[in-house]
């Protein structure tokens, strides 16, 4: 029992100090964006909020974060729909040839994301699309796509699957069977998926630094800025781009444990109203 006892609280203190470790940077840029001083320093030189005035004036960070929201929507959205179709195809179909078309839809977070880069570059400046805010777009499609398809088809496999053949059975077509069994069904994980891969996308820099041309995201804008000067703006701009990127994360982990949560909490009022 002592035993037990010592390795619990050793693996309490490895989780915590991995944590530390990879928050420890985060929370000192969010501290330092709120330093009145220039130059990061301790102790700090006092609470000040001129970082964050300073970027809500300055018309570039603007414009990134513009480029950024632009680009988020449009990919989250096609990729959420690209998502669910290929996880319902997965889920429905069987057909020859199935294991190469998942493992082809789910190639892309597998590729390195210099590699991915390069390729995406070297296809859009052969179609004429290299140096603009849509190449962002296209290739954050690409790489948000399996992120949706995984989130959705997990939901799928909580359907029994004689449900949707049951309502064909009883006279609802493909099409109706889709409206009123599936998308309700997967509503949750749809936004959820929706959520996430925004989420990525918001946050994603090296593919969007080698197509990006003159309209950069946040992530570029980053960069570009420390490569002209160490400005305290990076540790404001940082600071927004991570709260962003963290709130569509827990909106999209709620969404999916809420629905589980609800389906247990039916599932033993269905007990017990069979006691």
């Known amino acids: 029992m002592n035993e037990s006892r010592w390795v619990n609280a050793a693996l309490r203190v490895y989780i915590v100090a991995v944590f530390a470790f990879i928050f420890a940077p985060i929370a000192a840029s969010f501290v330092f964006s709120l330093n009145a ?6 102790p700090l030189g006092g609470f000040s909020l001129r970082w964050y005035q300073a970027i809500v004036t300055d018309p570039d960070v603007w414009e990134a974060f513009q480029n950024s929201l632009k ?8 990729a959420t ?5 290929a996880a319902y195809t997965d889920y429905r179909y069987r057909f020859f040839g199935k294991p190469v078309y998942m493992a082809m839809a789910l190639l892309p977070p597998t590729i390195p994301v210099v590699i991915m880069g390069v390729m995406m570059l070297a296809f859009l400046s052969r179609v004429g699309l290299s140096g603009q805010i849509h190449s962002v777009m296209i290739s954050h499609i690409v790489m948000c796509a399996p992120f949706a398809m995984a989130v ?3 939901r799928l496999a909580q359907m029994p699957p004689d449900l949707e053949a049951a309502a064909w059975n009883l006279g609802a077509g493909q099409w109706r069977g889709m409206r009123y069994i599936i998308l ?3 509503a949750p994980s749809i936004v959820a998926a929706l959520f996430v891969t925004m989420a990525v996308s918001f946050d994603e820099f090296a593919v969007a630094w080698f197509v990006t041309g003159l309209e950069p995201t946040v992530p570029v804008r980053i960069l570009n800025t420390l490569q002209g000067q160490v400005s305290p703006e990076i540790n404001a701009i940082g600071s927004i781009a991570f709260t962003t990127t963290m709130t569509l994360v827990i909106v999209a982990q709620v969404l ?3 629905r589980g949560s609800s389906r247990k909490q039916r599932a033993a009022d269905t007990a017990d109203e069979g006691e």
Do not use: E, H, K, Q
């Open 37 to 42: 001083d220039r130059f990061p320093s301790l």
């Open 71 to 78: 680009v988020a929507l449009t990919a989250s959205t096609a």
């Open 81 to 85: 729909v690209l998502g669910f179709t």
């Open 152 to 154: 959705i088809r997990m």
């Open 184 to 186: 309700p069904f997967t």
């Open 256 to 258: 999916l444990l809420g």
